[in-house]
């Protein structure tokens, strides 16, 4: 596990987070400019994200968090050059993206930091709860506690469906029905899915470390059980995708990397609410749900992202060595721990862009880096490899 440690240790503190301090930060209008192309073109002028945003905030926040507690030796000017990112994002994020008359954040911004896209999807409300838990959480900052209170007030209050349960996708800016509720062009438009339910799960989890409340708790354990009884499917225990308001399961399609990242984080949900009859119910689903993701396995380690999705997608395989490492520390589980070793791997001799050092989003179904996605952009951003990253080194002394 040493060996593990320090090889997630210098791809988090040589590779990925430098990219995105020298290549990313605007210091003329300040936060981080919105994209930078799979071929390493800069669009100083794209559109900023708000899950690109959050996502930034959490990721230099952990860093600084993690990265300062542990006996790393890392340098304090580093130290701070992720708690000072942490902290202008959170100022950015607070500027900017917040909608000062109804609530909530913005989807997307322009470069000059003016408001595009004024929907409210709450998978973006629920990425910013995690960004400003964990910052909360890094520095004690009271006003981020605040925020991260008032947007899961937010999501309680606009996206909770009273009459079946769950949430729903989006609003409009002033919380109105919305007829496009899609996530992304990829995604089919019903009114709740599990992607946005895993991504409240997870930021919930957060706050409740920062916010012990009873609310959140209620929030929190009624979640657990939605998956366990609406989004897993109980006879494969892979998950549901896109669901009717009633819960009415739409299409058969599998994603093996919702599955394995799904299986750890209901697994930590289950953990911080420190619950031992709730653990003991969690913890075989949790296991036959990582099971259900090995359908994905490739021969090279690698784990498919979907259903006859040939390419091997960034943000899949960090979940996947986050997902079986997970197996091993709480399970025992060996053969989980070379499958996490074999994806690590994989990573590290085809994803890491031997240039930048962020990872390619994907490999093609050739061998060859994909070019045509983002390196840097709305949806690619350093928190599913970062947190691979910290989560390797944060399980690393709990494991040896």
Not at 301 to 315: C, F, L, P
Request: hydrophobic share 35%; charged share 25%.
């Amino acid at each position: 596990m040493k060996q593990l440690r320090h090889e997630a240790l210098d791809c988090l503190t040589r590779q990925i987070l430098p990219f995105w301090l020298q290549q990313m930060q605007d210091p003329e209008k300040g936060g981080w400019y919105g994209r930078m192309d799979g071929s390493g073109t800069l669009h100083k002028d794209a559109p900023r994200g708000a899950i690109l945003y959050a996502r930034l905030l959490w990721t230099f926040s952990s860093a600084y968090r993690v990265l300062s507690a542990l006996p790393l030796g890392i340098d304090t000017g580093v130290l701070q050059q992720y708690h000072t990112a942490a902290t202008q994002t959170a100022r950015y994020i607070q500027d900017h993206f917040l909608d000062p008359e109804y609530g909530g954040t913005y989807w997307n911004i322009d470069a000059e930091g003016r408001p595009l896209d004024t929907k409210k999807q709450f998978y973006a409300l629920g990425f910013m709860i995690y960004g400003f838990s964990e910052y909360a959480r890094a520095t004690g900052c009271t006003r981020a506690r605040e925020t991260a209170m008032q947007l899961f007030s937010l999501i309680e209050t606009h996206a909770m469906d009273t009459e079946y349960g769950g949430y729903i996708e989006a609003c409009t800016r002033n919380w109105q029905p919305i007829s496009d509720m899609r996530l992304s062009e990829r995604d089919e438009n019903f009114p709740k899915s599990q992607n946005t339910h895993l991504h409240i799960l997870e930021p919930y989890t957060n706050l409740f470390r920062i916010a012990p409340v009873p609310e959140v708790e209620k929030a929190l354990r009624n979640l657990l059980h939605l998956f366990t009884d609406r989004i897993i499917n109980p006879s494969t225990y892979h998950l549901g995708q896109f669901f009717q308001i009633d819960w009415t399961r739409m299409g058969a399609l599998e994603s093996y990397g919702h599955d394995i990242e799904c299986s750890w984080l209901l697994h930590e949900a289950a953990l911080v609410l420190n619950d031992k009859e709730l653990s003991d119910r969690v913890e075989p689903i949790v296991q036959k749900v990582a099971k259900a993701s090995e359908k994905g396995l490739q021969p090279d380690g690698s784990m498919a992202y979907e259903t006859d999705d040939a390419d091997r997608h960034w943000w899949v395989q960090a979940e996947t060595v986050v997902g079986f490492l997970n197996l091993y520390q709480h399970f025992g589980d060996k053969e989980a721990l070379q499958k996490a070793l074999r994806c690590w791997d994989y990573i590290r001799r085809h994803l890491i862009h031997p240039k930048y050092g962020e990872w390619h989003w994907s490999i093609r179904a050739d061998g060859t880096p994909n070019q045509q996605d983002d390196l840097a952009g709305f949806w690619k951003c350093p928190y599913h490899n970062s947190r691979m990253c910290l989560e390797i080194i944060e399980r690393s002394f709990a494991i040896s």
